[in-house]
């Protein structure tokens, strides 16, 4: 398993490609922009070539974000909120992206009932170290029935 | 003078209080399984019998399906009004969000409505060119409930100096 916590204490994500096909798919679907369907039209664009949409990346880096915290012992459920991102720069073609989270505090309040929530500092990253986004938020988190223990 | 278009304005065009309930969609069963597929692969997130058992007793569309979908409407509502503007180059790239919260489960069958509202034109010149528009955006169910709410910045550019035609 390549998850791992990083000397700093954050905890490293496994990585995924951004292949051309999956951004055209969905672009098509859910941001239909030239920038992220046309490569020409892209080169024309404050983008300078065919890229992402950032809600393409922020769907995958939550999908990381999960498998992350679930590989670490925290039975992630949802996200529930982001009070902050920012997309810093765009990820173009067969960029590889992942994710570097530290965990921030717990609370007992969650809108969705048998979990607590965990605020989450997440950098997301692309194949060069370079952050092409950053997300402060909070995931639901499983709250084990047994002891009700907030982790 | 002329009528502007949505898509078509200079950042100084685009007014604060400018309101817009600009889309509806219903989401269906094979969408949210789709975009869990992808996004959220757990059988307790795109398998309907072992989502019964789930937190949500169900399944439950994606928080990002959620905002993803509000992107494609506002899209096709900029479109319509863009007559003939198609890069995007004046109403152009999101550069953050604030206050992103999902609220509501939304699950298949159910129908969002979404709106959008600029908030604020925050004192920025980004590359020369570009200001910023925030706006608050909201979806709300077919049961009047809101189900998310988020804050975004986006580019707009900025009318040039030597120009004096809106619609240059």
Redesign the interface.
């Known amino acids: 398993m390549a998850t791992s916590t990083a000397p700093s204490g954050h905890l490293c994500s496994n990585s995924a490609t951004l292949d051309k096909r999956a951004i055209v798919a969905?672009a098509a679907?859910?941001?239909?922009?030239?920038?992220h369907l046309d490569a020409d039209?892209a080169a024309?664009?404050?983008?300078g070539g065919l890229c992402a949409?950032?809600?393409?990346i922020?769907?995958?880096a939550?999908?990381l974000i999960?498998e992350t915290l679930l590989d670490n012992g925290l039975p992630f459920?949802?996200?529930?909120?982001?009070?902050?991102?920012?997309?810093s720069r765009p990820s173009f073609v067969n960029e590889t992206i992942s994710v570097r989270i530290a965990l921030g505090g717990s609370l007992a309040d969650s809108?969705?009932?048998?979990?607590h929530s965990q605020t989450l500092e997440v950098d997301v990253c692309n194949d060069d170290g370079a952050v092409v986004a950053t997300m402060t938020a909070t995931a639901?988190i499983?709250t084990d029935p047994a002891d009700g223990t907030v982790s | 003078m002329t009528s502007l278009y949505l898509r078509d304005r200079w950042f100084e065009d685009l007014p604060l209080g400018e309101f817009h309930v600009f889309g509806t969609h219903t989401f269906s069963e094979l969408e949210i399984v789709e975009?869990a597929e992808?996004?959220?692969?757990r059988p307790e997130s795109t398998i309907p019998e072992q989502a019964a058992s789930?937190?949500?007793q169900g399944l439950v569309a994606?928080?990002?399906?959620i905002?993803?979908?509000w992107?494609?409407k506002m899209?096709d509502y900029m479109e319509v009004y863009a007559q003939g503007v198609?890069?995007?180059r004046r109403n152009?790239?999101?550069?953050?969000?604030?206050?992103?919260?999902?609220?509501e489960p939304v699950r298949p069958g159910h129908t969002l409505t979404y709106t959008y509202e600029i908030i604020a034109k925050p004192d920025r010149v980004i590359r020369e060119k570009w200001g910023l528009v925030r706006s608050r955006n909201e979806a709300f169910n077919q049961y009047r409930a809101k189900v998310m709410q988020?804050e975004i910045d986006i580019?707009a550019e900025r009318r040039p100096e030597n120009s004096n035609n809106p619609q240059q």
């Open positions: 969905f679907r859910f941001d239909p922009q030239p920038y039209a024309q664009s404050i983008f949409s950032g809600w393409h922020a769907a995958l939550t999908r999960g459920i949802e996200m529930t909120s982001v009070s902050h991102l920012t997309w809108p969705i009932t048998g979990t639901a499983a | 975009f992808a996004f959220d692969p789930n937190h949500r994606s928080p990002w399906l905002t993803a979908m992107m494609r899209v198609n890069d995007g152009g790239a999101g550069v953050a969000i604030n206050d992103l919260q999902w609220l988020f580019l």
